[in-house]
C-alpha cells in the first residue's frame, strides 16, 4: 500500500461497531455521582411537595404525607390553587420563564436548542414552583418537574468540565433519567424514556453512562424513599384468552382517542390564553381559578393523585369517582396547563389512564382486579406521549405484574398506532415546535451508513499519466470544458497508481505558461499525498472525511494495490438519499404467479408469448 491512502486506511481500522471511545469511562463515572445527588434532589421535591399541601390546605409545617382531598376548607379552597398559581407567576415572570410548562419540552429544548446547557437557577426555581403548584392543589404529578430538575444538576455538573456538547447532553439526560428513576422506583422505564425522547440516539457512549445513573438512583432510594412497587396490584392471570386480547384492542384504541383529545384540549388551552389580553404572567392565576372550582366539587382531582390511582388499580373506586377523574381532571389538568403553570404529565396521565379503565371494566370481559385500569394506564402512555416502550415498561415496573406483559404491549402499540396516524407531534414535541424547532422520533439506519462508495462513484474520469506532454494536458482541458467541467484531475502512473493530484485551476496556470518541461511543471503542482476513498467505504465515512478536511472530491483508489479506479464528490453522495427515497417509495411485484400446466411449458420473451411446445409429438 502506498503513503497515498495511508491516512484513509488509518480511520478505516479505528471504525468499528460502535462509535464509543474510553471517554465513555470518564462520562461513566461522572453519571454515577449525579445519579445519587438526582436521588435526594427527588426526595427533597417530595418532601416540598407534602410541606406545601400541607400548608396551603391544612394550615401546619411538616413534611407528612397528606391528601388534598381530605381537606376542611369548604369553598374557601377555590382560593388556594389561585393563591399558588399567583407566586409561580412571579416566580417565572422575576426568576426564569423556564419553569413554566411540565418539563419534559424545556429539557428537550436545553438539548437541542442550549447546547445542553441549563441555567443554575433553574434548577432551584423549577423544583420549588413545582411544589408549591402541587402542593396547593395542582393537577400534576412530580415527574416532570424531577426530570428537569435532574436534567438541570446533570447539565451544571457538566458544565463545570471540559466536555463537548454530546457529553453535556448525556449527563443532562443522565440526571433526567435518574430523577425520574428515583421518584417511581422505575430505572428501566427511565431509561427507556431518556432514550425515546431525549437522546435522540441509541449509542452506547450515551446509554452506559445514562443506565448507570438510572440504576444508582434506583439503589440509593431504597434507602432514603424505601422500595417499589408504588401500585402493587393484584395478582393477574398469565393467560388470557381471545376475548381478553380482543378488549385490549378496544382499550389501546379508546386510549388513543383519549391522548389525541387531551392533547388537543392542553394546546387548545394554551391557544386561548394567547388572547387574554394580560400579561403570562396573571394566566396561571385564571387556570388555578378552574383548578379550585374543580377541586371544590372533586376533591381527587387536586394534586398529584397516588392514592386515587392506588385506589383504581385495587378497584377500590365508586363510579361517581371514576366519572369524576376522566372529566373534572381532565379539564382542570387541561386548562391549567396550558396556562403556563409548573407540572408533570405523567401522574395525571396514569390517573385519567385508570379512569378510562374503570370505565372499560363495565363492558369488557373480566380479566381480574385492575386489569383494564393498568391496561389503560399503559396505554394512555405510550399513546400520549409517544413512547411506547416506555409505556409498557412503566407501568410494570410501578406494579412489578409481569404477567400483565402481553396485554400492555397489544393495548399500548394499539394506542400508539392511532395516535401515531391521527396527529402529528405528541403532547411534548407540540410545544417544541410552536417555537420553530422541528424534530423527528424516528430511529432509523442512515442511508450513508449502507451505501458504498463503489455504488455512487463516478468511474469516467479524465486522469493525467505522471509524464504528460505539454500537447495532452492542453487537449485534456480542451475536451474536459465541453463535458461537465472535472474540478479535480488524478494523476497517475503506468500502473494506474495513484501518485497525486492536481487541481483545475494549477492545471490551466500551467497549460498558460509557455510550453516546456511538462512533466516537471506538473511536479511542481503536484498534490503528493492527497486524502483518497476506497470503494469498500460507507458513504458516511465519506462525508465525515469531507467535513473534517473541507475537501468536496476525492479520487477512489483500490484498497490493496492503490490502483486509480474512479472518483467520488459531494454531489455523488445526493445518489444515496436518490437511492433511499427509490427503495421507499417504489412499488413492484417481486414474485409474480405462475401457473404450470401438466406435460407443458410457457416461455416468455418479453412481452410476446411464443409458440407452446407439448410432449415433444
Not at 152 to 173: D, N, P, Y
Not at 232 to 257: D, T, Y
Request: aromatic share 8%; net charge neutral; with cysteine.
Amino acid at each position: 500500500m502506498s503513503a497515498v491512502s495511508a491516512k484513509s486506511r488509518d480511520i478505516a481500522e479505528e471504525l468499528g461497531d460502535f462509535t464509543a471511545t474510553r471517554r465513555l469511562l470518564l462520562i461513566s463515572a461522572f453519571a454515577i455521582p449525579i445519579g445519587i445527588v438526582s436521588a435526594y434532589v427527588a426526595k427533597a421535591l417530595l418532601a416540598l411537595i407534602s410541606f406545601f399541601t400541607n400548608v396551603f390546605f391544612f394550615q401546619r409545617f411538616t413534611t407528612a404525607a397528606a391528601s388534598p382531598a381530605d381537606h376542611t376548607l369548604g369553598p374557601l379552597v377555590i382560593l388556594v390553587p389561585v393563591a399558588g398559581a399567583l407566586v409561580i407567576g412571579v416566580m417565572a415572570r422575576y426568576g426564569s420563564d423556564r419553569i413554566r410548562g411540565h418539563g419534559i419540552p424545556e429539557a428537550i429544548e436545553a438539548i437541542l436548542i442550549n447546547g445542553s446547557r441549563v441555567e443554575p437557577k433553574v434548577a432551584i426555581l423549577k423544583p420549588l414552583s413545582s411544589a408549591i403548584s402541587i402542593g396547593s392543589g395542582g393537577p400534576f404529578g412530580a415527574e416532570g418537574p424531577i426530570i428537569m430538575t435532574g436534567g438541570a444538576i446533570g447539565s451544571l455538573i457538566a458544565q463545570f468540565l471540559h466536555l463537548t456538547s454530546a457529553e453535556r447532553k448525556t449527563l443532562l439526560v443522565a440526571g433526567a433519567a435518574a430523577g425520574m428513576s428515583a421518584t417511581f422506583a422505575a430505572p428501566l422505564a427511565a431509561v427507556l424514556l431518556a432514550v425515546e425522547l431525549l437522546l435522540f440516539e441509541w449509542k452506547p457512549r450515551s446509554l452506559v453512562p445514562v443506565a448507570l445513573a438510572s440504576v444508582t438512583a434506583a439503589a440509593v432510594r431504597r434507602y432514603i424513599i424505601g422500595l417499589g412497587p408504588l401500585f402493587p396490584v393484584p395478582a393477574h392471570p398469565v393467560f388470557i384468552g381471545p376475548q381478553g386480547l380482543a378488549g385490549c384492542v378496544v382499550a389501546g384504541l379508546l386510549a388513543g382517542a383519549l391522548s389525541a383529545l387531551l392533547t388537543q384540549a392542553v394546546y387548545a388551552a394554551e391557544d386561548a390564553f394567547l388572547h387574554v389580553p394580560i400579561h403570562w404572567m396573571w394566566w396561571p392565576a385564571i387556570g388555578g381559578i378552574v383548578i379550585g372550582f374543580g377541586g371544590w366539587l372533586f376533591p381527587q382531582a387536586f394534586g398529584v393523585g397516588y392514592d386515587v390511582i392506588g385506589d383504581l388499580l385495587q378497584g377500590d373506586v365508586t363510579e361517581r369517582v371514576i366519572v369524576g377523574v376522566l372529566i373534572v381532571k381532565s379539564i382542570i389538568w387541561s386548562v391549567s396547563l396550558g396556562s403556563g403553570t409548573s407540572g408533570g404529565v405523567l401522574a395525571p396521565l396514569l390517573m385519567m389512564g385508570g379512569a378510562l379503565g374503570g370505565v372499560e371494566s363495565w363492558f369488557l370481559p373480566s380479566e381480574g382486579v385492575g386489569f383494564w385500569p393498568l391496561v389503560s394506564m399503559g396505554a394512555i402512555l405510550g399513546g400520549t406521549m409517544r413512547s411506547p416502550l416506555t409505556g409498557v415498561v412503566f407501568a410494570l415496573e410501578l406494579t412489578h405484574d409481569i404477567n400483565m406483559m402481553v396485554p400492555l404491549l397489544l393495548a399500548v402499540t394499539m394506542a400508539h398506532g392511532f395516535t401515531v396516524l391521527v396527529m402529528r407531534r405528541s403532547i411534548l414535541t407540540e410545544k417544541v415546535a410552536r417555537r420553530g424547532y422541528h424534530l423527528s422520533r424516528e430511529y432509523a439506519t442512515d442511508p450513508l451508513e449502507i451505501l458504498f462508495v463503489r455504488e455512487v462513484m463516478r468511474t469516467s474520469v479524465a486522469a493525467l499519466p505522471s509524464d504528460a506532454p505539454y500537447d495532452s494536458l492542453r487537449r485534456t482541458l480542451r475536451s474536459d470544458s465541453s463535458q461537465r467541467l472535472q474540478r479535480l484531475y488524478p494523476v497517475i502512473n503506468g500502473d494506474r497508481h495513484l501518485v497525486g493530484v492536481v487541481t483545475r485551476g494549477d492545471l490551466e496556470a500551467l497549460v498558460d505558461r509557455a510550453p516546456g518541461n511538462a512533466a516537471a511543471q506538473l511536479a511542481a503542482v503536484l498534490k503528493t499525498r492527497p486524502i483518497v476513498a476506497h470503494p469498500d467505504e460507507s458513504l458516511r465515512m465519506i462525508v465525515y472525511r469531507m467535513a473534517e478536511t473541507g475537501l468536496t472530491r476525492f479520487p477512489v483508489v483500490g484498497r490493496e494495490d492503490g490502483r486509480l479506479v474512479g472518483m467520488i464528490a459531494l454531489a455523488d453522495l445526493l445518489k444515496a438519499r436518490t437511492l433511499n427515497l427509490e427503495a421507499e417509495r417504489r412499488r413492484e411485484r417481486v414474485l409474480g404467479t405462475h401457473i404450470a400446466f401438466p406435460f407443458s411449458e410457457k416461455r416468455q420473451k418479453g412481452d410476446h408469448r411464443v409458440a407452446e411446445v407439448v410432449d415433444g409429438s
